[in-house]
């Protein structure tokens, strides 16, 4: 057992006896859609009777769907965390009745002894790739950036701030000038991209950093209404790899994109299934690939290979 992890009761349970409760955020994007598919086909694939509760964005609706699958005494509870904070009292009402919890995606500011693991990639990590791929494609020219910021308190949209801040300090030819949420949504990103282009005049701004791929796709409509062309005129990075902007990409309208695997389900549940068995503690994080894709890539190639996986 990892110091100071919960006391779980392992218990003799075959993947088809169990019954797991996934409490999702919502469905913000495209890559949201696809990780609630891959994690209701993984599953199915392994006879696990999936109750799903979509949040519609609220962390209120997310306790509520954990109580209740506290209340019906699921084996196990999936949670995607909406927002960093404020999950202790509920945690703590699911260690009581000895039920694991994984973290799905993004991270919470709760003990570590009140989740059993967390799926995530490294977030921060991934805000840094995004940074550096500005900083080498800039090469020391000036370059005024724009950002879009995930759900506000979400950890995703802390950490990738943080991350691609770090990487671009010390680069005076770059600087954020404006900076604000799109909640992780295309509608979001297109409107908030056009204030963006209204207040800063989209001939002073070099590039945009969004922070999922959705944001960036809304924002590219936004930026070809104002009659500039995205990609050229203006350079984007975004994270996710969903295969729109792989599409956009192919079309010289976004330049890169950071990768965020949907299956998150996969190895939360090889843990759930091997603990459940035998008690064997998975390590606290369980750390997914990032990986950087850019114009270099056959992104026509990569877009037809995922459109059909659930985005
Ligand atoms: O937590 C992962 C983020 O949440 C994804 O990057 C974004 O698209 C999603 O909604």
Same mark, same amino acid.
């Given at each position: 057992?990892?110091?100071?992890?919960?006391?779980?009761?392992?218990?003799?349970?075959?993947?088809?006896?169990?019954?797991?409760?996934?409490?999702?955020? &919502? /469905?913000?994007?495209?890559?949201?859609?696809?990780? $609630?598919? !891959? $994690?209701? #086909? %993984?599953?199915?694939?392994? &006879?696990?009777?999936?109750?799903?509760?979509?949040? #519609?964005?609220?962390? %209120?609706?997310? @306790?509520?769907?954990?109580? /209740?699958?506290?209340?019906?005494?699921?084996?196990?509870?999936?949670?995607?965390?909406?927002?960093?904070?404020?999950?202790?009292?509920? *945690?703590? =009402?699911?260690?009581?009745?000895?039920?694991?919890? !994984? +973290? +799905?995606?993004? $991270?919470?500011?709760?003990?570590?002894?009140?989740?059993?693991?967390?799926?995530?990639?490294?977030?921060?990590?991934?805000?840094?790739?995004?940074?550096?791929? *500005?900083?080498?494609?800039?090469?020391?020219?000036?370059?005024?950036?724009?950002?879009?910021?995930?759900?506000?308190?979400?950890?995703?949209?802390?950490?990738?701030?943080?991350?691609?801040?770090?990487?671009?300090?010390?680069?005076?030819? *770059?600087?954020?000038?404006?900076?604000?949420?799109?909640?992780?949504?295309?509608?979001?990103?297109?409107?908030?991209? %056009?204030?963006?282009?209204?207040?800063?005049?989209?001939?002073?701004?070099?590039?945009?950093?969004?922070?999922?791929?959705?944001?960036?796709?809304?924002?590219?409509?936004? @930026?070809?209404?104002?009659?500039?062309?995205? &990609? %050229?005129?203006?350079?984007?990075?975004?994270?996710? /790899?969903?295969?729109?902007?792989?599409?956009?990409?192919?079309?010289?309208?976004?330049?890169?994109?950071?990768?965020?695997?949907?299956?998150?389900?996969?190895?939360? +549940?090889?843990?759930?299934?091997?603990?459940?068995?035998?008690?064997?503690?998975?390590?606290?994080?369980?750390?997914? =690939?990032?990986?950087?894709? $850019? +114009?270099?890539?056959?992104?026509?190639?990569?877009?037809?290979?995922?459109?059909?996986?659930?985005?």
């Amino acid at each position: 057992l990892i110091a100071g992890a919960m006391s779980f009761v392992p218990m003799t349970a075959m993947a088809a006896d169990l019954t797991i409760g996934f409490s999702q955020i &919502g /469905s913000e994007s495209g890559w949201r859609a696809a990780e $609630t598919t !891959v $994690t209701k #086909q %993984e599953a199915e694939k392994r &006879g696990i009777d999936l109750k799903f509760a979509d949040a #519609q964005q609220k962390q %209120e609706n997310q @306790i509520k769907a954990i109580r /209740s699958f506290i209340a019906q005494g699921v084996d196990a509870i999936l949670l995607a965390p909406v927002v960093a904070t404020g999950w202790d009292e509920v *945690l703590e =009402e699911a260690k009581d009745a000895e039920i694991p919890v !994984v +973290l +799905l995606d993004r $991270t919470v500011d709760a003990p570590e002894d009140l989740y059993m693991t967390a799926v995530t990639s490294d977030l921060v990590h991934e805000g840094s790739v995004a940074g550096q791929w *500005l900083v080498d494609e800039t090469a020391g020219e000036k370059c005024d950036i724009v950002e879009l910021q995930g759900t506000t308190g979400s950890s995703p949209a802390i950490d990738r701030k943080k991350g691609f801040e770090q990487a671009i300090s010390g680069h005076d030819n *770059l600087n954020i000038v404006r900076s604000q949420t799109g909640d992780f949504t295309r509608s979001q990103g297109k409107v908030v991209m %056009e204030s963006f282009l209204k207040a800063v005049g989209g001939a002073n701004i070099c590039a945009l950093y969004a922070h999922n791929d959705d944001m960036a796709v809304g924002a590219i409509q936004a @930026i070809k209404e104002a009659g500039l062309k995205p &990609g %050229e005129d203006i350079k984007i990075v975004s994270i996710d /790899s969903v295969p729109d902007i792989h599409l956009a990409m192919a079309n010289g309208e976004a330049n890169a994109t950071i990768e965020l695997t949907p299956n998150m389900a996969g190895p939360a +549940l090889d843990a759930l299934e091997a603990y459940l068995a035998d008690g064997t503690m998975p390590p606290k994080w369980i750390q997914t =690939e990032s990986k950087l894709y $850019t +114009l270099k890539d056959d992104n026509m190639a990569i877009y037809e290979m995922k459109k059909d996986l659930g985005y």
